[in-house]
């Protein structure tokens, strides 16, 4: 094969240009791609342990729902998207958004459902997770998950 153009002379040069180009592009590349949602986990929760949960798959649209209980005020806070809800109404229609969203972006391709996963606290009581299910079926969604631990 013929090289392209000039002599033979003097040592081929190594170009940084292209190489910086091609590193920037793998960077945003990954940077892209990475979870986002590892954003919205509170790591305040102490997750229950089941020794028979599943993995779950990462290929349908999620809404993170944080129920982390406060026991010496006897009370849980809820949190989706780094907000705080005290009203389960509130909650239930930024679920609704979300859902909306999602299906408006998947629209046509007949993907998994929308669902919400539900991270309570193992200190928690049933009532404070039992809202969040509330809302989740207010906002029409009716794929509920609960994240949970294999270890202690």
């Known amino acids: 094969m013929a090289g392209g153009g000039g002599g033979g002379e003097g040592d081929p040069e190594f170009q940084i240009a292209p190489m910086i180009d091609v590193l920037l592009v793998l960077l945003i590349f990954f940077m892209s791609i990475t979870s986002a949602q590892v ?6 929760i102490s997750l229950p342990v089941s020794s028979n949960g599943a ?3 990462n290929a349908r649209g999620e809404a993170i729902v944080n129920v982390r209980w406060e026991a010496d005020k006897r009370q849980a806070i809820y949190t989706y998207d780094d907000k705080v809800y005290t009203e389960m109404p509130t909650l239930s229609a930024a679920l609704a958004d979300a859902k909306r969203l999602n299906d408006r972006a998947k629209a046509g391709a007949g993907g998994p459902e929308f669902r919400v996963v539900i991270r309570g606290d193992r200190e928690g009581n049933v009532a ?12 029409g969604i009716a794929d509920v998950s609960f994240s949970t631990t294999n270890k202690e």
């Open 128 to 139: 404070s997770v039992t809202r969040v299910m509330n809302a989740a079926a207010e906002a």
């Open 39 to 44: 954003l919205k986990v509170d790591k305040n």
């Open 55 to 57: 993995k779950k798959e």
